[in-house]
């Protein structure tokens, strides 16, 4: 009998240890094939910002209606309200583009067995192109979203986390079977379980250097949340996660780039501070959750050099493509003369088209002290700006795949520090225009109408008179954010080129030339 | 080289493992073992705390090896219990090995350094190889050789030194809980087997 009961227990326990190495051995499925080319990886591929599991995902808009709908019910779902570009409905479980769904766990990219969704570049560099009265659009892949309010989504969603009263288990449970008509299985609840006491933690951690996140109404205003629609506080966000505190100054916000044709940029960031363009991806996924220890994950650190195979050669839409021969459509005789203003004003920082090509001019890719060019240098002067090359070479460890080559990532002296000069290919599809989306149009970047001090911003329907995005003088349910130009890192100053507004030389009629040809790049 | 028998050693490689031996080691082996691995599955971070779980087995099943070396007597039944627990702590040990060099150092030479300094390194690398190279000897060497015996009690005074210096004071938390057990438990090894030596001097 003794003898029965010894041969069980080590049946039993052997066993149970063969299983522990099988699930092991399984866990390593877990993870979803690689995606199968360099436009999927860019679109669908995880870069390492896994945020929350999926069903917690899908079921927290309707648990918190006053986070993710902060302009009420009537005003669309979270998808409008946030201005993410919005999927198909029937693919990839109806997310947005750039909310791409993995099988890692956050921070560690360790296999997981149900789903979790991150961001994506795709999130922050595809949009939808919308011309007043047509808001179904057209998605550009590379365009900048300059609808999109990342950092008031982000607030909403730690809002909701740290309500340790309405999210729980039981409650994300009971709504995703409202919502979907099936039960979250076992092993759902409890990875779930697990995973909201660590994020929840996380995130209680962080409080004091991050204060605590907005909620509700005070999503949309722009004296607290100073992003705004289309841009980011990516200094801030960046000294953060690189040494954990908040600058002071910040550096401002920045808008969103476009990414068409990488290959033609020499450095990255609008500052030109950084070289290697796996670098700045890098720096971007860490600045919306990735980690030093995920990135060197294969199938991460796949979308990082992918996604950049990707954007190095994407061209951006024609003028044509995108609104068809319409009455704005660029005026032919307008566009030679235009042409010859541009090259005599312009062509020598931003280069030119040549055919498929782009020939560079003479001061293209020069960093232009903000002294000179007369832009706002928040972005230039936040504190521990000369200290970036140094703190990202302490982040990564040695033999990181990613750590920066040495010197890559340069701090100019404070007389020299500005923007990077760099090819206009689209340039009707980057608005709003400066480095900090201060100017709306081509038209009020090329002074041929006054910059406005004051305006609201959100939806971003195309503006073919100025070239640009529509904003709007007055407040309303899709034009919520109050654009104060006189605020911190929001001035419109400066890139008074070909001339100031009115100023000495100033020509209405070949700037209007110019406006026309700006639409054909 | 001396070759003479070592006074109270065991019957080096001669072991009568008995099934309520093996019983007694292989469950605690693979259940430790096992929720080591599967306990990671409650957190984000699988390799991370598979490190760190795995060492806890280590300490637990390494704490049995020790006493049953130093308790007195050479019985059978204790050697057979010591180079099962010795063998199946190292085997825990290799899996903690395993996943601190490729998940928690990611392979990575540099970051061996990097993370724990070159002396904690070495003492690592000096204390795996040693710990090997004694299992080897315990199991494919039967001879009566001195040497063999006495680097087995040199290498059992600095692996239990190393567990008792890593888990009771340099590390912090439960680990401490399961350090101090194992010292409690090797002091209270150690007085017996003084007491027993005292008692054996004496006549009794």
């Known amino acids: ?521 | 080289m001396a070759t003479e028998t070592a006074p109270n050693s065991v019957a080096l490689g001669t072991y009568r493992i008995t099934l309520p031996d093996f019983t007694l080691s292989f469950v605690p082996f693979a259940l430790l073992l096992s929720a080591a691995l599967l306990a990671p599955e409650t957190t984000m971070d699988l390799g991370f705390y598979r490190t760190i779980y795995t060492i806890w087995a280590t300490t637990a099943l390494v704490t049995p090896a020790l006493c049953a070396f130093m308790l007195p007597g050479d019985s059978p039944s204790k050697q057979s219990i010591w180079i099962l627990f010795w063998t199946f702590a190292f085997i825990a040990y290799l899996v903690h090995v395993y996943y601190a060099i490729f998940y928690v150092y990611h392979g990575s030479l540099h970051e061996i350094l990097a993370g724990q300094g070159r002396f904690a390194a070495l003492n690592n690398l000096i204390f795996t190889v040693w710990w090997a190279f004694d299992l080897l000897l315990a199991w494919f060497y039967s001879g009566p050789a001195r040497w063999v015996w006495n680097q087995r009690v040199a290498a059992h005074v600095y692996i239990g030194l190393t567990f008792f210096v890593s888990t009771v004071i340099l590390k912090r938390g439960f680990i401490n809980v399961i350090g101090i057990t194992m010292t409690i438990a090797i002091f209270v090894c150690l007085a017996y087997r003084s007491d027993y030596a005292r008692r054996t001097a004496f006549g009794h």
């Open chain 1, 1 to 521: 009998m003794l003898k029965a009961i010894q041969i069980i227990a080590i049946t039993l326990a052997g066993t149970v240890l063969i299983g522990t190495f099988a699930l092991i051995f399984a866990e390593s499925r877990w993870i979803d094939p690689n995606p199968s080319s360099p436009r999927e990886y860019f679109l669908h591929g995880s870069t390492g910002t896994e945020l929350m599991p999926l069903a917690v995902f899908q079921v927290l808009p309707t648990l918190f209606p006053e986070q993710f709908q902060p302009a009420g019910n009537t005003a669309g779902d979270f998808i409008d309200q946030f201005g993410f570009v919005r999927g198909a409905p029937d693919a990839k479980y109806g997310l947005p583009y750039g909310v791409n769904v993995s099988r890692y766990r956050p921070k560690s990219g360790a296999p997981s067995p149900i789903p979790f969704v991150g961001f994506n570049c795709a999130v922050c560099h595809s949009a939808n192109f919308e011309r007043v009265g047509q808001p179904r659009g057209t998605v550009v892949l590379g365009m900048a979203n300059p609808r999109l309010d990342l950092v008031a989504f982000g607030d909403a969603i730690r809002r909701s986390l740290l309500d340790e009263n309405r999210l729980t288990v039981p409650t994300i449970a009971a709504t995703y079977k409202s919502l979907n008509h099936k039960s979250l299985s076992f092993t759902e609840r409890l990875t779930i379980r697990y995973w909201l006491r660590g994020a929840r933690a996380a995130l209680k951690a962080d409080l004091p250097m991050r204060g605590s996140p907005f909620s509700g109404s005070k999503l949309r205003d722009s004296s607290l949340m100073p992003s705004g629609p289309g841009r980011n506080q990516p200094m801030m966000e960046t000294v953060r996660f690189l040494i954990h505190e908040t600058p002071d100054p910040n550096g401002g916000a920045s808008k969103i780039p476009c990414l068409y044709q990488q290959q033609r940029r020499q450095r990255a960031q609008f500052d030109g501070s950084v070289g290697d363009p796996l670098t700045r991806n890098s720096l971007a996924a860490l600045g919306v959750g990735a980690s030093v220890y995920n990135l060197r994950v294969p199938g991460i650190l796949g979308t990082m050099q992918q996604s950049y195979i990707f954007v190095k050669t994407l061209d951006g839409p024609r003028y044509a493509d995108l609104n068809g021969t319409d009455a704005h459509g660029p005026d032919q005789a307008r566009v030679q003369r235009g042409h010859d203003a541009y090259m005599q004003y312009c062509s020598s920082c931003h280069g030119w088209p040549e055919e498929q090509n782009w020939t560079s001019g003479s001061r293209q890719g020069q960093v232009i002290p903000a002294s000179e060019v007369g832009t706002d240098s928040a972005r230039v002067s936040f504190r521990y700006y000369a200290d970036m090359g140094t703190f990202v070479d302490a982040f990564f460890p040695p033999g990181h795949p990613l750590k920066p080559p040495v010197g890559d990532i340069h701090a100019l002296p404070e007389a020299e520090r500005g923007f990077i000069t760099e090819p206009l290919e689209a340039a009707f599809t980057r608005a709003p225009y400066l480095h900090n989306g201060s100017v709306p149009t081509l038209a009020e970047l090329i002074n041929l109408k006054p910059r406005r001090a004051v305006f609201y911003r959100g939806r971003s329907e195309f503006d073919p008179d100025g070239v640009g995005i529509v904003v709007t003088e007055q407040p309303d349910v899709d034009h919520y954010f109050r654009y104060d130009t006189s605020v911190y890192g929001n001035s419109n100053r400066g890139h008074n080129y070909p001339w100031p507004y009115q100023g000495t030389g100033w020509n209405a009629d070949t700037l209007t030339d110019l406006l026309e040809y700006l639409k054909t790049l």
